[in-house]
């Protein structure tokens, strides 16, 4: 099949790229320079010309804390509310499927249960707001479009213009340069290896799965940033210099889902955590000393 991975460069993109060559694939890589996908009449003539089996939508605004800020909100609802319809009515026009991200910060994570896949959701901040949007946007075009919710990502950062840098770099990086390095033990959710929802795409793309809502996330108990990130200390054998704090030592402008796991009802269950976070450890230690 030809696969269109739009936000080709970023963490998730990158590994959706590598799955989908790997698996004997056709993969059209975009980024930014290749295509906006804010502007309906080139994400038109682009899908036109290229005519894919597969659409891929991997490029998102995920800054949750400036999309508070009105001039970032306007510009995440282009990105997160508005292109994803462009892209999947366009995917429509040519008959291909249409595959989205979305977050569990869709949820207000008031409760102490799993969410799963057709309940009801209610963000609570700007940046939850405008992936609803693009759900939304997506959902209403009709055809092949299918709907996938991950949570807290982690993987090998992405090398795009707009890339963050991952979370376990941001803690061994703090863990390192910090006198007291203090963690929010709060917001509880289920961290996922961005390599693994590549390869549960692939299989999603591939099987016989009916359009609609997906969740992807790592099996295992739900856990704090704190939580995650002592996981990560404690598998490479990192014992000092980190303790939890109440998220109010951290104000923040945006609300974020206290308690947000996902449940997956769908799929089949992606592998345990523990055993995700060990591979992309002892992946990220080889790729530094070679």
């Given at each position: 099949?030809?696969?269109?991975?739009?936000?080709?460069?970023?963490?998730?993109?990158?590994?959706?790229?590598?799955?989908?060559?790997?698996?004997g694939h056709?993969?059209?890589?975009?980024?930014?320079?290749?295509?906006d996908?804010?502007?309906?009449?080139?994400?038109?003539?682009?899908?036109?010309?290229?005519?894919?089996?597969?659409?891929?939508?991997?490029?998102?605004?995920n800054?949750?804390?400036?999309?508070?800020?009105?001039?970032?909100?306007?510009?995440?609802?282009?990105?997160?509310?508005?292109?994803?319809?462009?892209?999947?009515?366009?995917?429509?026009r040519?008959?291909?499927?249409?595959v989205?991200?979305?977050?569990?910060?869709?949820?207000?994570?008031?409760?102490?249960?799993?969410?799963?896949?057709?309940?009801?959701?209610?963000?609570?901040?700007?940046?939850?707001?405008?992936?609803?949007?693009?759900?939304?946007?997506?959902?209403?075009?009709?055809?092949?479009?299918?709907?996938?919710?991950?949570?807290?990502?982690?993987?090998?950062?992405?090398?795009?213009e707009?890339?963050?840098?991952?979370?376990?770099?941001?803690?061994?990086?703090?863990?390192?340069?910090?006198?007291?390095?203090?963690?929010?033990?709060?917001?509880?959710?289920?961290?996922?290896?961005?390599?693994?929802?590549?390869?549960?795409?692939?299989?999603?793309?591939?099987?016989?799965?009916?359009?609609?809502?997906?969740?992807?996330?790592?099996?295992?108990?739900?856990?704090?940033?704190?939580?995650?990130?002592?996981?990560?200390?404690?598998?490479?054998?990192?014992?000092?210099?980190?303790?939890?704090?109440?998220?109010?030592?951290?104000?923040?402008?945006?609300?974020?889902?206290?308690?947000?796991?996902?449940?997956?009802?769908?799929?089949?269950?992606?592998?345990?955590?523990?055993?995700?976070?060990?591979?992309?450890?002892?992946?990220?230690?080889?790729?530094?000393?070679?």
């Amino acid at each position: 099949m030809k696969i269109l991975i739009t936000g080709s460069q970023g963490m998730l993109g990158q590994d959706l790229v590598n799955v989908f060559l790997s698996a004997g694939h056709e993969v059209i890589p975009a980024t930014r320079k290749d295509l906006d996908i804010t502007d309906q009449i080139s994400v038109n003539t682009f899908v036109d010309q290229l005519k894919p089996d597969v659409i891929i939508n991997a490029a998102a605004y995920n800054a949750v804390d400036a999309i508070e800020k009105d001039e970032e909100f306007n510009r995440a609802m282009k990105i997160n509310g508005e292109a994803p319809g462009y892209l999947a009515q366009a995917s429509a026009r040519v008959g291909a499927s249409f595959v989205h991200f979305s977050t569990d910060y869709v949820f207000d994570g008031n409760g102490k249960q799993y969410y799963a896949e057709d309940d009801a959701v209610n963000p609570i901040s700007r940046y939850g707001v405008s992936k609803f949007k693009g759900e939304q946007m997506a959902l209403k075009m009709g055809g092949g479009v299918y709907i996938c919710r991950v949570s807290k990502l982690f993987g090998e950062s992405g090398v795009g213009e707009s890339a963050k840098e991952n979370f376990v770099s941001i803690m061994l990086r703090l863990n390192k340069d910090l006198p007291d390095l203090k963690i929010a033990d709060e917001e509880y959710g289920l961290p996922t290896y961005s390599l693994d929802v590549a390869k549960s795409v692939l299989e999603l793309i591939e099987g016989e799965y009916q359009p609609g809502i997906y969740h992807m996330v790592n099996e295992g108990e739900p856990v704090s940033v704190y939580g995650f990130a002592k996981e990560i200390f404690e598998m490479l054998g990192i014992k000092d210099n980190y303790r939890p704090c109440p998220r109010s030592d951290f104000p923040r402008p945006a609300k974020c889902p206290h308690y947000s796991p996902l449940k997956n009802t769908k799929l089949p269950k992606l592998r345990l955590r523990n055993e995700a976070l060990k591979d992309f450890l002892l992946k990220d230690r080889i790729k530094s000393v070679c």
